[in-house]
Structure formats: C-alpha cells, structure tokens
C-alpha cells in the first residue's frame, strides 16, 4: 500500500530565504508525482508535475526533484516571498490507471 | 477553458439531510475524481470515473454515497442520511485520459453538518 509523508508538517521563514519542503512514499513504482499549493480554505493549484522518467521541473522560483530509488522528492522555493504563505501537497500516481494517493501537507509560513 | 468548477461551494445541513454536489470539469477532460479533505489533512481519493464508467470506489465511499457521471460530462456526489462525520470539503479534480494524467482541482465544496 502507498503512502505519502511530509516533512516538516510545518515552517515558517524570513522573508528572501531559500526552502526545501520533503515528500517520501514508500513505494517507488509510480507513474508521476505532483505538487500542489492550497491556500486555506481554497481548492489545489497544481505547481509541478515530474513523470517517472524524469529527474527534475522548474518553473520559476520553484524546482521540485524526483529520486524514485530512495522514495524521495523535494521542493526548493527560492527567494521565498510572503505570497508563497500556503500548505503544500505531494501526491503520486502509481499507475496511469490508478488513483492519486496524497500526502497530509507542509504549512508554509513567509514573515515579511 | 475556465477550469473545474463546483457547486455550491458551501452546504450547511442538518444530520439526516440528503445532499448532492455538482462538478464540472474541463471540456475535453475525460477523467473525474472525487476527494474528501478534512482540516489538517490531505485529500483522500472516494472515487474516480473515465467518461462515464466509475473505475473505482475506495472503502470510505460507504453505502450513503453515490456518484455519478451521466454522458461523461459533469458529475454529482450525493451523500444520504448526513452525518456530522460528513462534515468535510469535497474536492472535484479531471485530467486528460492522456499522459502525463495532470490533475486540475475545483475549488471545492465545504459542507458543514450540524
């Protein structure tokens, strides 16, 4: 069975520094993995998807890797600003025919 | 294209009411899931549909819930005899039946049981 963990389950930073939110799952046959942000309240903007064959996606100040070996993915936020105050969600997909299984989420905080 | 959308966004009802949410997805999106996310959590998967075959139903879908996707296009999720368990948002989320599968959300449907 799959699961997802975060870690930290939640952070908070100065304004301008660099981040790395953590994602793990514990079974390393999957089909992409994506990362959504959430704003309290509100439904999910997805951010990046990174397919199975792939290592890395930027866009913008944001680069998510995949290591599907170790289970692992991360999120690297540069320059964080107070607008990237939000949770954020991993989720993977383990087959194109299968359902996608989230994580419970790291709470972002940005203090001006 | 102006995304998935759900409705209504918020439902307060009494314990015993039945109540029924709407999605919409986006034109062309073949595939429609439904998830259940409580304060604090991530969402969880109740059920997903290509076109209009429901494909699967996870274990929380109990016999009170139904969900269906007349013609492929929007679907409904009705919840009968409420409970105050029930109280939760109810998220809307369709891709294309193609790679890389993108999940695009709706804003979700917030219901409040009391």
């Known amino acids: 069975k799959q699961e997802v963990t975060q870690i930290p389950a939640a952070l908070s930073v100065p304004e301008g520094e660099n981040l790395v939110l953590n994602c793990s799952f514990t079974d390393s046959a999957i089909y992409n993995l994506q990362w959504f942000r959430q704003d309290p309240g509100k439904g999910l903007t997805s951010l990046l998807l990174?397919?199975?064959?792939?290592r890395e996606q930027t866009s913008g100040r944001l680069n998510a890797s995949l290591d599907k070996s170790s289970g692992r993915s991360t999120l690297y936020i540069a320059a964080s600003q107070p607008g990237d105050s939000a949770t954020y969600l991993c989720a993977v997909l383990k087959t194109s025919y299968d359902k996608v299984i989230f994580g419970p989420g790291t709470s972002l905080s940005v203090i001006p | 294209d102006t995304g998935v959308s759900q409705n209504p966004r918020h439902k307060i009802t009494k314990r015993g009411q039945n109540v029924t949410f709407r999605c919409d997805p986006i034109s062309e999106h073949n595939r429609l899931y439904w998830y259940r996310q409580t304060l604090g959590q991530g969402p969880e998967f109740l059920t997903y549909?290509?076109?209009?075959?429901?494909?699967?139903k996870s274990r929380l879908l109990s016999d009170r819930f139904s969900a269906e996707r007349p013609k492929g296009s929007f679907s409904t999720l009705e919840i009968q005899r409420t409970e105050q368990g029930d109280s939760a948002m109810y998220l809307c989320?369709?891709?294309?039946?193609?790679?890389?599968?993108?999940?695009?959300f709706g804003p979700g449907t917030r219901l409040t049981v009391t």
């Open positions: 990174i397919q199975s064959s792939q």
């Open positions: 549909f290509q076109n209009e075959a429901q494909l699967e």
């Open positions: 989320a369709s891709s294309q039946g193609l790679p890389p599968y993108e999940q695009y």
